[in-house]
């Protein structure tokens, strides 16, 4: 089982955590962009296809069949066998699932693809969230959260601007080919990477978590919860936007892809920003617990307003809407991954990850303030019930 070293044991150098926050940014990019695809595609898909509105519903959510059931094994896949071989596996199943939608010529045929790219995508948030925690000194967390947040927010700007492009002169179907090929190139900066050994125990000689013991902790499911809440709209607007804009506000191709793609970069550039003003505050002495659940508190309350403003209000006044509520809550995703690699600490955070972000991928609005009650690094014991939250307050 490969392990990664204690909070209070070494921690890799500057370069290689640079490294590796690098290259798993880049792989939750491509990621982005190859999910992202179906819906840029959808108004071509559509006509080629003769697709029902409810048809492309079953398939812009199909992903998810195969993408939640899968994190929590891929969480413990990660701690079994180490999360440089999982992510690599997952990213070849996504690759070639995106590939071979180019082929498709049915509904079936879409919607087994879908959920195909599903299962190879799971994989990445647990194996990302663990590499981070073992690499990152907790202190810098935030930012290489928001860097890593980054990939994945920019991913749809950049799959929407280019995809839309590209389809719009080519076709979907060269489109899907070309990205499918391409997306296999990460492969090739990863296999030279070294996490580092396993480890027979953690420094501290504090025994590995079960995974019962993991899902017996409050702070888990509060943290679910809020992931639960966060992705709600976000995946919404994700999977609906480009197809929103097109068939019933009537903007052209061109307009939505221009759109989308400004919406999508206020995201990225908004959680970058935040996770680097995130560690500043903390490292100045201000409480991990109040920076990180007061940004998601004031994401959720200004997530209401703004979907309400998309609908109700006029095309203008509608996409400034959208434009601030990207903005809001890109200020909320470094807390997503952080709290967690915080919380659950390198022996834990692939499961814990992997239950969470499930968790998060149902999708719903509801708060969590309340639930989480401290976000610091736990005490995992070997007791039948789970310890009380650790209350040393995050350096």
Same mark, same amino acid.
């Given at each position: 089982?490969?392990?990664?070293?204690?909070?209070?044991? #070494?921690? #890799?150098?500057?370069? =290689?955590?640079?490294?590796?926050? &690098?290259?798993?940014?880049?792989?939750?990019?491509?990621?982005?962009?190859? %999910?992202?695809?179906?819906?840029?595609?959808?108004?071509?898909?559509?006509? +080629?296809?003769? !697709?029902?509105?409810?048809?492309?519903?079953?398939?812009?959510?199909?992903?998810?069949?195969?993408?939640?059931?899968?994190? /929590?094994?891929?969480?413990?896949?990660? +701690?079994?066998?180490?999360?440089?071989?999982?992510?690599?596996?997952?990213?070849?199943?996504?690759?070639?699932?995106?590939?071979?939608?180019?082929? @498709?010529?049915?509904?079936?045929?879409?919607?087994?693809?879908?959920?195909?790219?599903?299962?190879?995508?799971?994989?990445?948030?647990?194996?990302?969230?663990?590499?981070?925690?073992?690499?990152?000194?907790?202190?810098?967390?935030?930012?290489?959260?928001?860097?890593?947040?980054?990939?994945?927010?920019?991913?749809?700007?950049?799959?929407?601007?280019?995809?839309?492009? &590209?389809?719009?002169?080519?076709?979907?179907?060269?489109?899907?080919?070309?990205?499918?090929?391409?997306?296999?190139?990460?492969?090739?900066?990863?296999?030279?990477?070294?996490?580092? #050994?396993?480890?027979?125990?953690?420094?501290?000689? *504090? /025994?590995?978590?079960?995974?019962?013991?993991?899902? %017996?902790?409050? *702070?888990?499911?509060?943290?679910?919860?809020?992931?639960?809440?966060?992705?709600?709209?976000?995946?919404?607007?994700?999977?609906?936007? #480009?197809?929103? !804009?097109?068939?019933?506000?009537?903007? =052209?191709?061109?307009?939505?892809?221009?759109?989308?793609?400004?919406?999508?970069?206020?995201?990225?550039?908004?959680?970058?920003?935040?996770?680097?003003?995130?560690?500043?505050?903390?490292?100045?002495? %201000?409480?991990?617990?109040?920076?990180?659940?007061?940004?998601?508190?004031?994401?959720?309350?200004?997530?209401?307003?703004?979907?309400?403003?998309?609908?109700?209000?006029? @095309?203008?006044?509608?996409?400034?809407?959208?434009?601030?509520? +990207?903005?809001?809550?890109?200020?909320?995703?470094?807390?997503?991954?952080?709290?967690?690699?915080?919380?659950?600490?390198?022996?834990?955070?692939?499961?814990?990850?992997?239950?969470?972000?499930?968790?998060?991928?149902?999708?719903?609005?509801?708060?969590?303030?309340?639930?989480?009650?401290?976000?610091?690094?736990?005490?995992?014991?070997?007791?039948?019930?789970?310890?009380?939250?650790?209350?040393?307050?995050?350096?």
């Amino acid at each position: 089982m490969q392990h990664a070293p204690s909070r209070a044991g #070494p921690v #890799p150098d500057s370069r =290689s955590a640079a490294r590796l926050v &690098l290259l798993v940014t880049a792989a939750v990019f491509v990621n982005y962009i190859d %999910r992202g695809n179906l819906a840029t595609a959808a108004p071509l898909m559509q006509d +080629e296809l003769h !697709l029902s509105a409810s048809q492309l519903g079953v398939l812009l959510s199909a992903f998810y069949y195969g993408y939640v059931p899968c994190m /929590p094994a891929m969480g413990w896949l990660a +701690e079994r066998y180490g999360a440089k071989r999982v992510l690599a596996a997952g990213l070849a199943v996504w690759s070639l699932a995106t590939f071979m939608t180019g082929f @498709a010529a049915s509904f079936a045929a879409l919607l087994a693809l879908r959920v195909l790219l599903g299962v190879g995508e799971s994989v990445a948030f647990p194996c990302a969230s663990k590499v981070l925690a073992h690499a990152v000194e907790v202190s810098r967390l935030g930012f290489a959260n928001g860097v890593f947040s980054f990939g994945y927010l920019v991913g749809p700007a950049v799959g929407t601007l280019l995809g839309g492009y &590209l389809m719009s002169v080519f076709g979907w179907r060269p489109v899907f080919l070309a990205f499918g090929a391409l997306s296999m190139l990460w492969l090739w900066p990863w296999r030279r990477v070294v996490i580092g #050994p396993p480890a027979a125990a953690p420094a501290t000689g *504090e /025994p590995q978590p079960s995974f019962g013991q993991i899902l %017996r902790r409050r *702070e888990l499911w509060g943290a679910s919860l809020g992931h639960f809440a966060s992705n709600y709209t976000y995946y919404f607007i994700i999977s609906w936007l #480009p197809f929103y !804009l097109v068939k019933s506000r009537g903007f =052209s191709m061109g307009a939505m892809v221009a759109i989308a793609s400004w919406a999508y970069l206020l995201n990225a550039l908004s959680a970058l920003l935040m996770g680097w003003a995130t560690d500043r505050w903390i490292r100045a002495g %201000r409480s991990a617990t109040l920076v990180y659940k007061g940004i998601m508190a004031a994401n959720h309350i200004a997530a209401i307003a703004c979907m309400a403003g998309m609908v109700m209000l006029p @095309a203008a006044d509608s996409i400034a809407s959208l434009f601030v509520f +990207e903005i809001v809550s890109g200020c909320s995703y470094p807390g997503l991954f952080a709290i967690p690699q915080i919380m659950a600490g390198p022996r834990a955070t692939g499961r814990w990850v992997g239950v969470q972000n499930a968790s998060g991928n149902l999708a719903g609005l509801i708060g969590w303030v309340a639930i989480l009650p401290k976000i610091a690094p736990l005490t995992w014991t070997t007791s039948a019930r789970a310890a009380p939250a650790a209350v040393v307050s995050h350096p």
